[in-house]
């Protein structure tokens, strides 16, 4: 066809619409992209939940280790003022 034109896609499975009027400017045409989900958007999803989940278990644990060494130094350092005799 006359005036038509391939281009190459940045984004997978997106495609590239251009809407443009013979007689008008090229600065009055209007550039469109549209992206189509993949099937792997499901993936995605579940792999950055589980991360996400990950992470925030493990900052927990550590928390609650830090938590617990820190009760005990204070119990050492009642301890070490404390005069037995």
Known sequence: AAGAASFTTVIPN???VLLGWT????SRWKLSMYVNPSARITSVLVVL???VVVLALLTLYLTWKEVQ????????MIHAFTFES
Do not use: E, N, V, Y
């Open 69 to 76: 060494q820190d009760k005990i130094g204070a119990q050492d």
């Open 14 to 16: 997106s495609q590239l």
């Open 23 to 26: 007689g008008a400017s090229p």
């Open 49 to 51: 939940i589980s991360t």
